[in-house]
């Protein structure tokens, strides 16, 4: 199926302090765990992203995906998703982590064909009781009402932030997605430099 016009944003600019090595370099199925997310996203997104920070180690990046350096201080998520939202070419952003090796293109494309057209700034699936910020569609329009959040001290989670009055989202429950992704595997992440997730 071709891309859409979606832009597909890797937030990799996380420190790894439990991973214990850069993430996006962990060899994970014979190539690096970021190549498993780009890969991913290339069957849905007509433009592709990497955010990082300057001092983040990454694999070389195939053209044509971009690299977008964290333009705000914090070391926090929502840094890195202002900068995507920012960079961003299209009016749909998909933001992911760098650590998701599992995500199913026919979710992502369900997700923005389905509902790119509603009032939205935000959608974003809820999983066991708590939402998945980290896959999500955002607005890009969506910058103006997430940056004071990344002013305020301390900065709230993204869980707070999306549940947060101030933000138009829409939930997605699993009797939505699960019909694409009965697991849920899409949302797992991996928190250690394992080849299978427990």
């Known amino acids: 199926m071709n891309p859409t016009e979606l832009t597909g944003a890797v937030l990799a600019g996380g420190q790894s302090r439990r991973f214990g090595q850069p993430k996006a370099l962990f060899e994970f199925r014979g190539q690096p765990l970021l190549y ?7 069957e849905v997104c007509a433009e592709r992203l990497v955010v990082a920070r300057v001092e983040t ?7 044509p995906v971009r690299l977008a350096f964290d333009e705000f201080t914090p070391q926090h998520p929502l840094s890195g998703i202002l900068t995507a939202l920012k960079q961003a070419a299209h009016e749909w952003v998909f933001l992911c982590a760098v650590d998701m090796p599992f995500l199913k293109p026919a979710l992502i494309r369900w997700m923005f064909e389905t509902f790119h057209d509603v009032s939205a700034e935000v959608i974003v699936p809820e999983c ?3 939402l998945q910020p980290l896959h999500a569609l955002y607005r890009r329009d969506a910058y103006e009402n997430l940056l004071p959040f990344l002013q305020g001290e301390p900065i709230p989670s993204l869980q ?7 933000l138009k989202v829409r939930l997605l429950s699993p009797a939505e997605w699960q019909r694409l992704d009965p697991d849920g595997k899409s949302f797992i992440n991996l928190n250690q430099p394992v080849e299978e997730p427990p």
């Open 128 to 130: 066991g009781g708590r």
């Open 160 to 166: 707070n932030i999306l549940r947060t009055p101030a």
């Open 57 to 63: 180690p990454l694999p070389p990046l195939p053209p």
């Open 36 to 42: 498993h997310v780009l890969d991913a996203l290339e």
